[in-house]
């Protein structure tokens, strides 16, 4: 046979380099790369990824970080004893997460949980948000270590959380906090769907080291929190 | 009893600064926004002017330009308090007339060291 003779492949049904955009269900090009690409402050969650399950642009909220966005992306998150909150205002289409643990034997005041939740109503109020069309839903807070449960740190943060945003007037439409188990949380901040799976005992304690490796006490360190100029 | 206008456009972090402020034996009048702190400015007179940055309506930087205009705040110390931690956004506050520029989350033993200083 002849080389002539063979058939013509008018284009490779696929990229031959894997490093070409990646492609979603339904055709969608993945903007990964484009979200790694762009500039991000001190604090926003910056762990970019191609969600195979849904199928999605998708973001990791790690301890002490947050993230807001406009855009259909999906952001989530791990919780043990920590707090997830997610916020949306439906109308502008702006929504949020941060996940933020109150450090033990500090002053009370829970500025550290307040910091992040400021942090967080803040970026979506420069996007466009409006508190009075603000709703959240809150996810963690659960004792998932044996022997954990004494010092009720779980509690303490939903707590607080639920007192924080009945002080700024923002209603929680749903939440799944306390109990022992720990949790996978999906946030769309566009609509303000959450998923929210239980997980089971695999390692807790790694989950709470992780938890406390990135508390918000720290992010206010990074974030020159605390520091003054006069000027 | 010094005076001092608080603005935030978070009830929580309003109720965290006035209740460090009181607690010092200050008195304060809580503003809501940049607006309705400048709408107290006109009938009220106050030893220092502590706010936010971003709020509705009127933000911390619009309102210290507002209130240099003022006859009564020529002098008036104004403090930024605010998440904004930027040299972009700390020289956008000095311009504006700012007395100095704070980065929370406060700690607020330092937030009173630095009222005592620079109030009148």
């Known amino acids: ?231 | 009893m010094p005076l001092i206008l608080a603005v935030d456009d978070s009830p929580s972090m309003r109720k965290m600064v006035s209740f460090t402020l009181a607690g010092a034996g200050y008195q304060v009048v809580e503003a809501v926004d940049g607006q309705d702190a400048y709408e107290k400015a006109q009938t009220q007179h106050f030893d220092l002017v502590l706010t936010d940055q971003n709020m509705p309506r009127l933000d911390g930087l619009g309102l210290t330009r507002k209130l240099r205009e003022h006859p009564n705040f020529k002098t008036t110390p104004i403090l930024m308090l605010t998440t904004e931690s930027s040299d972009l956004m700390k020289q956008a506050g000095r311009a504006a007339g700012a007395t100095g520029w704070l980065v929370k989350p406060f700690d607020p033993a330092r937030l009173l060291e630095v009222i005592k200083k620079v109030i009148k």
């Open chain 1, 1 to 231: 046979m002849k080389t002539s003779e063979l058939p013509v492949r008018a284009a490779p049904l696929r990229p031959l380099t894997s490093g070409g955009p990646k492609v979603l269900a339904g055709g969608r090009i993945s903007r990964v790369d484009e979200l790694r690409a762009q500039p991000r402050k001190p604090g926003e969650a910056s762990f970019f990824y191609a969600d195979h399950h849904f199928q999605y642009d998708a973001v990791k909220v790690l301890p002490g970080e947050y993230f807001v966005s406009g855009d259909d992306v999906l952001i989530m998150t791990v919780l043990g004893s920590c707090i997830a909150a997610c916020v949306w205002d439906g109308k502008a289409r702006v929504g949020g997460m941060n996940h933020f643990m109150l450090p033990e034997g500090e002053d009370g005041s829970g500025r550290y949980g307040s910091y992040a939740m400021e942090l967080l109503l803040n970026e979506m109020i420069k996007m466009g948000a409006r508190r009075e069309t603000m709703q959240a839903k809150i996810f963690g807070g659960g004792a998932v270590m044996a022997g954990f449960t004494t010092m009720n740190v779980g509690e303490r943060n939903t707590k607080f959380v639920l007192d924080y945003l009945s002080t700024e007037r923002i209603p929680v439409v749903s939440q799944d906090v306390l109990d022992i188990h720990p949790r996978k949380v999906c946030f769309f901040p566009v609509t303000g769907k959450a998923l929210v799976k239980r997980l089971a005992h695999a390692h807790p304690e790694a989950l709470v080291v992780e938890e406390r490796k990135g508390n918000a006490a720290a992010l206010a360190k990074s974030t020159a929190g605390g520091s003054v100029d006069l000027f």
